[in-house]
């Protein structure tokens, strides 16, 4: 074997495997493989690194929260709108819950409109005894109404919810008096659909309109609008909104990240904005979607 060999041979030997580097301490890996994460084999793909990286980013913004409500050792309730196969709350109890006794009464709740997700979430919480997750069958809507979940939560998460479950999950959280709320938006198609059907009328009344006269700025505009309207509804509701880009997730165009802490401050100014951009949108049909409750508007 040439030097140059033996050296890299050498380098090979003594350098550890990257992608434990990129796995949090205290993470189980045990079910990093069962989320199909890591291999058996214990080794990370160019799709399962992405998909790891975009949940421990989302963690980063979550644990300081989590902190905040678990201070004197209370129980915490969690839910998660579009669960999916639940690679958030999994990590989220394998990071933050599992290993503290004091928490043991904490929930999280994962909501999901697929069956066999729900199945496969269950037996997998099952299998690695974290007796602190519950899975839920059923519609972001649907889950405002239901019985199976408590009156009151601490944090709402939606990741991805498309289109208007990310509104769904926002009455959700506001019905049941969320302390916080963790959205990443995904697909907003109604408003930019009630643009395209009302953009004659609002074209020859407001030259704004000229941000989404063509069709790919009614696109653009529209999912933009949405988040405005969004965040505007929340601080009508008295939450404090912040919104950043959820840096790390280069593979997807939805990267916009809101969360909102509840400060008991209804901003009457905040509803009256989102009132005129309906208006001046011609999207006053959405006005039931944007709700603002008759108390928010009354108190400044």
Known sequence: MSKKNKASAVKADTSPPAQKHEIREGQSEELLKELHILTRDGKLNQDSRRKLKQVYHLYQFIEPLLNNLSAGDRAVSLVDHGAGKSYLGFILYDLFFKNQPALKDSRIYGIETRAELVQKSTELAQRLGFPGMEFLHLSVADSVTSDKLPET??????????????????????????????????????????????????????????????????????????NVLRCLQLEAHGYQVTVTELVGWEHSMKNELIIAEYKGQPQKRAAARLHDILENTGLQSLQPRFFVAQDTEATS
């Not at 959700?172 to 009328?201: D, G, W």
């Not at 989404?212 to 009614?218: G, L, Q, S, V």
């Open 153 to 226: 939560v601490d944090i709402v998460t939606a990741l991805h919810a498309c289109d208007t479950a990310t509104d769904d999950a926002i009455e959700f959280a506001l019905r049941k008096k969320a302390r916080y709320m963790v959205l990443v938006p995904c697909c907003q198609a109604e408003v930019a659909a009630e643009l395209r059907r009302t953009k004659s009328q609002a074209v020859k009344s407001n030259p704004l309109s000229e941000l989404w006269r063509h069709p790919i700025h009614t696109r653009e505009f529209g999912s933009q609008i949405t």
